[in-house]
């Protein structure tokens, strides 16, 4: 679960953020400018990434502020599940990533998996939409929604792509370490499950 500064602190920069988009008087533009400079002072102080940094990243987007979508594909072979070795941390991960514009959720997991792991997959059922803050990763900056869908797999090979440095399978009892930015062992576990019972219902939040 989240602390409450940094609960805090996006909720702040959202705020500021959808106030600068609609906001159609000066004074008013300048407030909401301030409250996102106060977004970026409370992470500046609890983090030791510079204010310059935080700027770029956390408080540069423009438009009414949503959530980001993070999509990762769920492939199984011989009751193993499908994993990538991100070059960012050296961890595994299944395929997937940020949500582009342009892309359908399943055109994302298609996409990712081919470039993370060289598999042509195709979709074939939503298995989670998740709330990042309501399970076990790391704090972040943004708020994220995550998408699993499961993919079977109809061509290609294991092959790493320019993120990630391994591609390989592995069974439940036997999970390599995980990157908990991008998937919690919790989650595997509960994609396994989806194995054992494929009608399921879809998880949410």
Request: hydrophobic letters at 40%.
């Amino acid at each position: 679960m989240e602390t409450k500064w940094l609960e805090w602190a996006k909720q702040i920069q959202a705020i500021a953020q959808t106030g600068l988009t609609y906001s159609k008087d000066v004074y008013d533009t300048e407030r909401y400018e301030a409250l996102r400079d106060i977004s970026v002072d409370i992470l500046a102080n609890y983090t030791s990434v510079s204010k310059e940094k935080i700027s770029l990243t956390f408080a540069s987007e423009l438009g009414y502020a949503t959530p980001k979508v993070d999509v990762r594909g769920v492939i199984f072979r011989e009751n193993k599940i499908l994993l990538v070795r991100e070059k960012h941390d050296g961890s595994w991960a299944l395929p997937g990533g940020w949500a582009d514009v342009g892309f359908s959720p399943s055109e994302i997991a298609v996409k990712e998996t081919k470039e993370e792991a060289g598999f042509d997959v195709v979709p074939v059922r939503l298995l989670a939409v998740l709330d990042k803050k309501f399970h076990n990763h790391p704090p972040g900056a943004y708020h994220v929604y995550k998408m699993f869908i499961r993919c079977e797999i109809v061509g290609g090979q294991a092959e790493a792509g320019v993120e990630t440095s391994d591609v390989d399978f592995f069974s439940l009892d036997n999970l390599p370490e995980l990157s908990l930015e991008r998937n919690t062992v919790e989650q595997i576990q509960a994609m396994f499950d989806f194995l054992e019972n494929p009608d399921k219902e879809v998880i949410l939040d």
